[in-house]
């Protein structure tokens, strides 16, 4: 099983729910948001073999990215995995647009020739991020929640980039929507706990499950073949950073 976006660090106790991933066998990428909060997060990972630590530079925090510039180039060769990284042109967001794209380029620019799995916050943003990305000429991505047009889903289609899906999309007749214009093998599996929940408690990586179920019945399929569908787009996904 994979959960491809899970904020550990913001649960109550991120050691407790990193332990019952591992012990689920789920490979968990553990996306942070700033630079100070992946070295405050090592801990959380320590030696288990099935969470990754990945960099982040959260879009809604644009104002305290410029501090942390320089951590973000020194901790970037500390790992394959960065995330959550893009852009949100949202009502919450609106107000820091242009330091967001200022901050998102800059990820791109240190990322240049830099294989890495990244996970792209796009809420509100879709095609400026698609257009951006297409500038630095990254692909592939994994657009993180996707919920914007279906045309600029097919941009980003046929730019190879990838979509994480999670428990909120699958409830929801936009997100079903959404998840049924994506190709099969674009496709991969997250919670996004503990943003997402189900019923009164966050998603944990250990509810994958519940993504994986509601993927086979839009798919018309077992869950164990749309588990099997994701585990190999993730292995072609990350095959570069075998290298």
């Given at each position: ?21 591992e ?32 960099l ?18 020194k901790?970037?060769?500390?790992t ?141 399929v ?10 190999a ?6 095959a570069?950073?075998?290298?």
């Amino acid at each position: 099983m994979l959960d491809s976006h899970c904020h550990l660090d913001l649960y109550p106790e991120p050691s407790a729910v990193a332990d019952r991933a591992e012990a689920a066998g789920v490979f968990t990428i553990m996306v942070t948001n700033l630079p100070s909060a992946y070295e405050r997060s090592r801990s959380h990972v320590g030696g288990r073999r099935r969470v990754r630590l990945a960099l982040g530079f959260h879009p809604l925090l644009a104002e305290q990215h410029g501090s942390e510039r320089d951590k973000f180039q020194k901790l970037m060769r500390d790992t394959s995995f960065i995330g959550e990284v893009g852009l949100d042109f949202s009502p919450e967001g609106r107000a820091t647009a242009n330091l967001q794209i200022e901050s998102f380029e800059f990820v791109l620019r240190t990322l240049a020739h830099e294989p890495k799995f990244i996970s792209i916050h796009s809420r509100g943003a879709e095609a400026r991020v698609i257009e951006l990305l297409r500038a630095a000429h990254r692909s592939p991505v994994v657009l993180h929640w996707y919920a914007g047009p279906i045309a600029v889903l097919e941009h980003a289609v046929s730019d190879g980039h990838y979509f994480s899906v999670n428990p909120a999309m699958i409830r929801s007749k936009r997100g079903q929507k959404v998840i049924a214009a994506i190709p099969q093998n674009r496709i991969l599996t997250e919670t996004d706990g503990p943003f997402v929940t189900l019923g009164k408690r966050p998603a944990e990586p250990t509810d994958i499950q519940v993504v994986e179920e509601g993927l086979a019945q839009i798919w018309k399929v077992a869950p164990v073949a749309a588990r099997s569908v994701v585990g190999a787009n993730f292995r072609e996904l990350i095959a570069p950073l075998r290298h």
